[in-house]
């Protein structure tokens, strides 16, 4: 297990992944405190030119939380479905899964291995994302809750986790990449939907987004999304492990 | 001792009429360079995915190293090595990391997997390539260095999936002195549809055909056994061509006659043949001859021989 978890690592970094990854998440977690601070007086400024006269309130440390949340669990959960979507199903297309199996290497390592190593670098992304983000926060509104931002950030990455354990299994049961791009695309938008719904709406991870929102400003948490999220996490790891033990190349 | 052994294996894939694999019996002996034969889609690829657990049969039993063939098997993985017939590792992976990484999943110390690397990077001829990434390899260097990863488990039983095929003449020469090289390491079970490659390295050999096996032997067996050799005679003219053929069919002699402008293949009706007797008949006759020379049977005529009898 510990030579495949280094092996995945490595391929991380070498096949531009973990920096692809880095780069997107450094640069939203820039972007959105200084959106924040400086979007009102951009949009005042062009008011002004054309002569309109708009009332924008001051902005606070939630509009940078807010805009931070949006971001990451928009843009970056695209990014993160494009860079994993092929993690399984590409190593099955060019041979290199063969080549691994064949040798006395368990099938669920194979699968563990990509799931860990994709969940720490989710994690090394959103981490350094985090204490970027808290710091432009800082600088520009102050004083703001520093920890309570922190575990919003623990629920980003549980749903991030989700959404790469998801990408993960339809990577190892789908044929090309496109296809587990597709489905894992699909499968998102459908969370989304879904967390509208009352009463099984709360338990869909697509909840852990806003729930991160309101306890980065109120502190109050549901542990029903949470609950949701660690059940279609283990899921879909599960199902990954499973649909990969049967797998035959062809 | 017998390092690989079927029997009544099949294997039939959804949605096919015809089975891949149709009670395929084999046994190959231990440190023989196998040469497992057959026409494109006669099962050879398949035979190999199941005796390497990658894919499991529908009935037969099978074992490897004395182990029986289970998907999934540890033990089984242990003991074999793996070339697939378009060998692919991860390309951004130097060939001595590559070798290292091998060397770690079979459980290795440092010492001897730094140790194994260095020589398998040596016997493969790839040590000033040993830093280079596997991305910038030539087809010859990627198949080698996929021989050289195939052993680095110490195998008891190294399978070769067609390991020359993708190859120029060069390359082919590389792999296949490589290949020769390695009897005293291991039991190497070659698939190929390449009979000259075969004949220059295989002990052995076994021919299949629509998923089952038409004969198993030694090489030089095989070749005494289903093909005689030709005598090939060129002549000075066409005429004397022409001349030559009608005095032999009008001669006691026997032995049927291919004739191009200015040669002759005579091929012998059984397996004896009395090219002395030919000799006596041209030099009796002063036919004008620029070359008389007995050529032998190969591996392809042998195989065109039974593959053909079967179909």
Known sequence: MKTLLIKEWKEQLRTGRFWIMMAVFVFFAILSPLTARYMPEIISSISQQQQIEIQIPEPTWTDSVAQYVKNISQICTFIIILL?????????????AVFVVVKPVSRNYFILSKVIVSFLVSLTALSVAFLLASAYTLLFFGEFPFLRFGFGNALILLYLWVIISTTIFFSTVARTQVMAAIFSFLLWLAMGLLAQIDGIGVFIPAKLISLSMTYSVSGELSWQALSGALFFLALFIFLSVFSFRKWEPS | MTAIKTEQLTKRYRGESQPALNGLCLEVPENSIFGFLGPNGAGKTTTIKILTALMSANSGYAEVAGIPVISGSPDLRKNIGYLSQEPRMYSWMKARELLCFVGDIFGFSPEERNRRADF?????????????????????????????QALMGKPKVLFLDEPTSSLDPIGRKEVL???????????????????????????????ISHGSLIVQDKTENLLRKYASGKLEIDFTTADETERFIREFNQSRLNGKIESEMLSITLTPPGTAFDRHEILQFAAEKKFEITRFEWVNATLEDVFIQLVSKKE
């Not at chain 2, 490589?178 to 076994?206: G, K, P």
């Open chain 2, 177 to 207: 002195d490589f290949i020769a090289s390695l009897s005293n390491e291991c039991t190497v079970f070659m698939s190929t549809h390449i009979l000259s490659d075969v004949e220059r390295v295989a002990t052995d050999v076994a021919i």
């Open chain 1, 84 to 96: 994993f979507m092929g993690i399984v199903v590409k190593e099955k297309e060019t041979g290199t």
């Open chain 2, 120 to 148: 398998l990077l040596e016997l493969s001829g790839l040590q000033h390539a040993a830093n280079k990434r596997i991305s910038a390899f030539s087809g010859g260097m990627i198949q080698r260095l996929g021989i050289a």
